[in-house]
C-alpha cells in the first residue's frame, strides 16, 4: 500500500515562509502529476497547485507568485514553498500524487494524511 508522507508544516507569523515536503513511503514504479491541496476549517478542500512529470506548473490565483511547486522526479518528492504567508493559508496541507505502484498496475491518485500550517501572530 502507498501513502504519500508530508512533513515541513507548522506556525509561522504572517510574512513568513515555510517549506513542504512529500514522498511515497515507499518504492513506486513511476509517478505522473503531483500537486497540493488544502483545506481551511469549515471549508471545502481547495486545489493550490500542481506539477506534471516536464515540470510544467499551474497556480491558484491567491497564492500565484507566492507560492512554488518544485519536484525531485529522481526521489518522487514534491515540494511547496510558501513565502509572504497570511492567516488566510491557514490550513491543512495535503499532497497528492498520480502514480504506478508497481509496472502492471493501474494508475491510481495517492494522498498524504496532511500537514498543518498555521499563520499568526
Known amino acids: 500500500q502507498v501513502q504519500l508522507v508530508e512533513s515541513g508544516g507548522g506556525l509561522v507569523q504572517p510574512g513568513g515562509s515555510l517549506r513542504l515536503t512529500c514522498a511515497p513511503s515507499?518504492?513506486?514504479?513511476?509517478?505522473?502529476?503531483m500537486g497540493w491541496y488544502r483545506q481551511a476549517p469549515g471549508k471545502q478542500r481547495e486545489w493550490i497547485a500542481t506539477?506534471?512529470?516536464?515540470?510544467?506548473?499551474t497556480y491558484l490565483n491567491s497564492v500565484e507568485g507566492r507560492f512554488t511547486i518544485s519536484r525531485d522526479v529522481r526521489r518522487n518528492t514534491v515540494y511547496l514553498q510558501m513565502n509572504s504567508l497570511k492567516p488566510e493559508d491557514t490550513a491543512v496541507y495535503f499532497c497528492?500524487?498520480?502514480?504506478?505502484?508497481?509496472?502492471?498496475?493501474?494508475?491510481?491518485?495517492?494522498w498524504g494524511q496532511g500537514t498543518q500550517v498555521t499563520v499568526s501572530s
Open positions: 515507499t518504492t513506486v514504479f513511476t509517478v505522473d502529476t
Open positions: 506539477i506534471d512529470t516536464p515540470g510544467h506548473t
Open positions: 497528492t500524487a498520480n502514480l504506478l505502484h508497481f509496472e502492471r498496475d493501474q494508475w491510481r491518485d495517492y
